[in-house]
């Protein structure tokens, strides 16, 4: 099947930095990808939609001046979390759609998440 | 989006088949049945997707009554390794799923 990769996998930041999340498609050119964001043992939460070329979709709640999201080419989307606060500390995974893919192409695939732990 | 609702835990051995039920009272004509497994710290991967009867790949079977109220995944012979989180998720194929909205999931434990 299609890898979608995250890069850092984990990140410790202190309190009032920024960090970048990268999600990139290896193998698939995705026009959308998604972002979620998981707590421990909580389910996972859609933080916001990634469209190539325009700007992000937010969730309801969703602050979209501290979660910046960037879908610059066909392959890689940045989540960028300003002034990192504790609070912001969890674990971030970004989904991308193969509109080529089987099942009808619209499955998601799920990169393998970053850790983010803001101190 | 079709609500789903699931047990929030099952427990199993290895080696017995497992079957996780999910409710969709409210799925619409148009959505699609799909199931992902989630293990600790990692993201979620797809098993099995359907629209109606029954389902199977080299994972798991997937099935569906008539009214498509609900549906069970089912895992033979568990092992160790299948120990993880199950999410239910429907959603409308002509929309491409654009948006997946997971519920809590099942949290399933297999025991030696």
């Known amino acids: 099947g299609a890898v979608v990769s995250q890069h850092p996998s984990w990140v410790i930041c202190k309190s009032g930095t920024s960090v970048k999340i990268e999600c990139r498609s290896l193998d698939f050119q995705a026009t959308t990808m998604f972002w979620y964001r998981q707590f421990p043992k909580q389910s996972l939460m859609l933080m916001a939609t990634s469209n190539e070329g325009s700007k992000a979709t937010y969730e309801q709640g969703v602050e979209k001046d501290k979660f910046l999201i960037n879908h610059a080419s066909l392959t890689l989307s940045t989540l960028t979390v300003t002034s990192a606060h504790p609070e912001d500390s969890s674990f971030y995974i970004c989904s991308a759609r193969d509109p080529n893919a089987g099942r009808g192409g619209y499955e998601q695939y799920f990169g393998p998440g970053t850790r983010l732990t803001v101190t | 989006l079709a609500k789903t609702t699931q047990p929030i835990s099952m427990d199993s051995y290895e080696g017995q088949e497992v079957n996780i039920t999910c409710s969709h009272n409210?799925?619409?004509?148009?959505?699609?049945i799909t199931w992902y497994q989630q293990f600790p710290s990692q993201g979620p991967r797809f098993i099995i997707q359907?629209?109606?009867t029954k389902v199977t790949n080299e994972v798991a079977s997937l099935f569906i009554p008539a009214d498509r109220k609900s549906s069970t995944l089912s895992l033979p012979r568990v092992s160790l390794s299948d120990t993880a989180v199950y999410y239910c998720?429907?959603?409308?194929?002509?929309?491409?799923?654009?948006?997946?909205?997971f519920g809590t999931g099942t949290r399933l434990l297999v025991s030696p």
């Open positions: 998720l429907v959603g409308d194929m002509n929309t491409g799923f654009q948006k997946l909205v």
């Open positions: 409210n799925i619409a004509t148009n959505d699609y």
């Open positions: 359907g629209y109606k």
